[in-house]
């Protein structure tokens, strides 16, 4: 079952369980494939998806087979931490996480200080060295071994005490990281250090010199955790959408008790209370306004600019803002029930999901960091035997360490679908998953419902006739009749004909409706006073033997004018016809064109007769149209698009109808403005319901798609080129030999111009 907008009922299954947990200690995403590998491994768990940029962890399992315990101890033995993340966090809360955010950053920007001011006067020592030039105005003091050894251990032991602890972990584990990496390029270095600084005469004996490589150890510790700091700032950037949601929310409301208005904390709110909203002030929950009326701004949920027209009947969403009037509402949704609330859930949840595409990258990163290893171990043994030069050899299995990071790798998708699913959001477009966002860019035919869709969902019935003739008393009979019938249906054209007997006098008045039945797609029909009724499509009603002549011209000509017709028969005789306009959304026609252009085959899907929907699609500018389709049959007819055409194909669509079609599209779009099971049926849904929304959610996965190819490219040149270099292949022919320190910068910035490279997706505009 695909996730909703709003709450669903619980899985068949009721003793699986999901859980999302914030992972501590991870130091790349060699890390989150261990995770995800050990716990898959854990019988009982269905599923695990670890997500590095979010350091979260989603675990689904059987509790009948396993606990939340056994799944923390695993991890714990694997050598991370791990706590449970409330299913909806409220503001403080996020605050909560934000200060945990912001001790992080201060911890690494003093160990970046710290690490900086003693690399200065390290390297600044050590140029003679680096250069192999006399440098008389550096104090000779500068170049003393222990000196050096005795700056650098506050570096060593302190700021890189997380990378030895890592490593530490990964090997209690069996298994490498990139801690494991940084701690043997520059334990390695350290450890060479140390020994030339105690036995320097080891080396003069064997006619070689006592170099030490102190500054190389603190210089990249310092540039690792300058780069790691700046990726931190940027990676908390690109999940700043969630926190920019939570902001939405009003912190108080102002509720009616006991005849007065009371100022309470929103979280206190319950379901019943009447709230007194003022102008300029936020709608602090869901609900229906029950006096007064006013203009809300509810860009900031769907995405559209304009102010919306409120009265007494309509419903209000919590986090939208009163520009005008005062009114009262009643609350119907509270908590974690608000479309707020289920907003930031959706986001959160295609934050921490995995597109098909980072696939690729977990196959890579599981074998990169053992792979590098012994890249640096017959690096080291070649340039032992054949240069026959150990500082050499040393130079090379550093560089090699230092600059290989799997890190890279691990953030070039998660960065970029976390920017983009943010960036839908902000655009009233709520995107449930990773492999939808990816799929949409494939997309090749549209498929568009039109009630609700292509027209605004809003019918009304425009003329009414019955075989009797005009304005008599037997029309009013039959209308009051037919709305007795149609209240009991939840279709669009029902309510249009209820409404219009209410307009016309008839109200409250309908007479007892037994036996009644929807004809999926082709009418209704109940008792009334012992006499069968049925309302419903010229073919249905002539299919079950009804004359429909004497009111075929009239019908033909309202069809011409995109009007659907539903017939009244009564005991198996025509007795009237209605017809129903539907008005075309303003934005269905230039977002269909748009569309065309983008390449893509639209294509229309309605259950209404030929002509009608010729009608609209001529009107809108659609060429390919399927009319008269029922319910149960939209879905094969999506299946035969797809298997005919072999095309990715999309459906969008409101209605319940619809859901199974949108169930078998390749990509699922409902309309936010329809029901809660065509919602939970979608991949996408336009909260909107402006058509523009199609056209932005596919050009948002083109630019995502786009972006994750990009970073994807940039993690692997670098690591495809970078290693060979630091391994010496350029030594022989050039005589360049790429420097630990540098190659530990290059390293540092691997990740940050990845994560940088994604944010540029806060650019985005439709």
């Not at 060295?129 to 222990?146: E, R, V």
């Not at 477009?429 to 966002?437: E, H, Q, T, V, W």
């Not at 069968?532 to 004018?561: D, F, M, P, Y």
């Amino acid at each position: 079952m695909k996730n909703s907008l709003h709450p669903q009922s619980s899985p068949k299954n009721s003793s699986l369980t999901q859980e999302n947990l914030h992972l501590e200690g991870m130091g790349c995403a060699a890390c989150a494939i261990k995770v995800e590998t050990v716990l898959n491994k854990v019988a009982g768990v269905k599923k695990c998806n670890v997500n590095f940029a979010l350091e979260r962890a989603t675990v689904e399992y059987d509790s009948q087979v396993t606990n939340l315990g056994n799944i923390q101890a695993v991890i714990s033995k694997a050598g991370y931490k791990s706590h449970v993340l409330e299913e909806q966090k409220n503001n403080q809360t996020e605050d909560s996480e934000q200060e945990k955010r912001k001790a992080k950053q201060q911890e690494l920007t003093q160990k970046v200080i710290v690490g900086g001011v003693i690399s200065l006067i390290l390297m600044f020592g050590g140029l003679p060295m680096m250069t192999g030039l006399s440098l008389p105005f550096i104090p000779h003091w500068l170049h003393n071994a222990w000196l050096q050894l005795f700056l650098s251990i506050p570096v060593v032991f302190w700021c890189g005490k997380g990378f030895y602890m890592g490593a530490f972990k990964a090997f209690k584990g069996g298994t490498s990281d990139m801690n494991s990496l940084v701690t043997l390029g520059t334990g390695a270095a350290f450890l060479y250090s140390l020994f030339a600084t105690f036995f320097p005469q080891f080396f003069i004996f064997q006619g070689l010199k006592a170099d030490v490589y102190y500054e190389a150890a603190v210089v990249i510790i310092t540039l690792i955790l300058l780069g790691r700091l700046l990726e931190t700032r940027a990676r908390s950037k690109t999940s700043e959408a969630i926190g920019n949601l939570m902001g939405l929310q009003a912190k108080t409301a102002r509720v009616i008790r006991q005849g007065e208005g009371v100022d309470i904390a929103v979280e206190d709110v319950i379901i019943g209370d009447i709230v007194l909203v003022r102008p300029g002030e936020k709608i602090p929950v869901d609900g229906v306004i029950i006096e007064g009326q006013s203009t809300l701004d509810e860009s900031m949920i769907t995405g559209e600019s304009i102010p919306v027209e409120k009265q007494t009947g309509d419903e209000v969403i919590g986090a939208t803002i009163n520009k005008t009037g005062s009114f009262k509402f009643e609350a119907r949704k509270v908590g974690k029930d608000t479309t707020l609330s289920q907003i930031i859930k959706l986001v959160e949840e295609a934050q921490n999901s995995k597109a098909p595409i980072q696939k690729i990258a977990d196959q890579v990163t599981a074998w990169f960091v053992p792979a590098v290893m012994i890249i640096a171990v017959i690096s080291f043994i070649c340039w032992l035997i054949f240069a026959q030069n150990l500082s050499l050899a040393m130079v090379t299995t550093m560089s090699v360490l230092i600059i290989a990071c799997p890190c890279a790798l691990g953030l070039a998708t998660p960065t970029s679908i976390m920017v983009g699913t943010g960036k839908g959001a902000e655009n009233g477009i709520l995107i449930k998953g990773a492999d939808s966002l990816e799929l949409a860019h494939k997309i090749k035919a549209i498929v568009l419902d039109k009630t609700g869709t292509l027209t605004q969902g809003k019918p009304i019935v425009t003329n009414y006739i019955t075989v009797d003739g005009i304005a008599d008393n037997n029309e009013l009979n039959i209308l009051g009749i037919a709305a007795a019938i149609e209240e009991n249906s939840e279709h669009p054209l029902a309510e249009a004909i209820v409404n219009y007997a209410k307009s016309q006098g008839i109200v409250n008045n309908f007479p007892k409706v037994e036996n009644f039945e929807a004809m999926g797609g082709q009418g209704v029909q109940g008792k009334i006073e012992g006499k069968l009724v049925q309302i419903g499509t010229q073919k249905w009603l002539e299919k079950l033997g009804v004359n429909t002549k004497q009111l075929v011209s009239q019908a033909r000509e309202w069809e011409n004018q995109a009007k659907t017709t539903p017939w009244i028969a009564i005991d198996g005789e025509i007795k009237g016809l209605f017809a129903i306009a539907d008005a075309v959304k303003p934005s269905s026609i230039e977002a269909v064109k748009k569309l065309k252009k983008m390449g893509l085959e639209v294509i229309m899907l309605t259950g209404d007769n030929q002509q009608t929907a010729q009608a609209i699609a001529d009107e809108v500018g659609i060429y390919h149209v399927f009319a008269e389709v029922r319910p149960d049959e939209k879905a094969n007819k999506i299946k035969e698009i797809q298997q005919s055409q072999g095309k990715i194909v999309a459906m969008v669509g409101d209605g319940i109808n619809d859901a199974p079609a949108l169930a078998q599209a390749d990509v699922g779009m409902a309309i936010g403005t329809g029901t809660d099971v065509a919602m939970s049926a979608s991949d996408i849904t336009l909260i909107s319901g402006d058509l523009q929304g199609i056209v932005t959610a596919i050009e948002l996965s083109r630019a995502t798609m786009k972006n994750i190819r990009q970073n994807l490219f940039f993690a692997f040149i670098y690591n495809t080129l970078g290693i060979p270099i630091a391994a010496g292949i350029l030594y022989p022919f050039f005589g360049m030999l790429l420097n630990p320190m540098i190659a530990g910068a290059a390293m540092a910035f691997s990740s940050v111009s990845v994560v940088s490279n994604a944010l540029r997706l806060r650019n985005f505009s439709p």
